[in-house]
């Protein structure tokens, strides 16, 4: 039981970290995310995703710039190296919780 729920969390973040990502500016209004999630999912799931989906990538813009030329800079300037370690991060978080 505890490893299908394991199972189901890193697909959950999988999932909203790779997939649902904006592609371009973030806008309220006609996001990536809403158009993905906005037609199958019921409304308490996808709330919580896209909220964190945007609020993550607004962190990642922020320190891009607020690290400018320096080497943390590469890491937020750069979506797959700083996923990569995000989703590293969050499967060790997870492991210990579950493990």
Known sequence: MIKSKFAIAIFVIITSTFFILPIGRISAQNSTEEKILGKNTPEFLSKPIIAATVAIEKYRTDMSVAYKNTFFFFI??????FYGIFLIIVIIV???FFG
Do not use: E, P, Q, T
Request: aromatic share 22%; proline share 0%.
């Open 94 to 96: 997870l492991r210990f």
């Open 76 to 81: 937020f300037d750069n979506r797959l190296v």
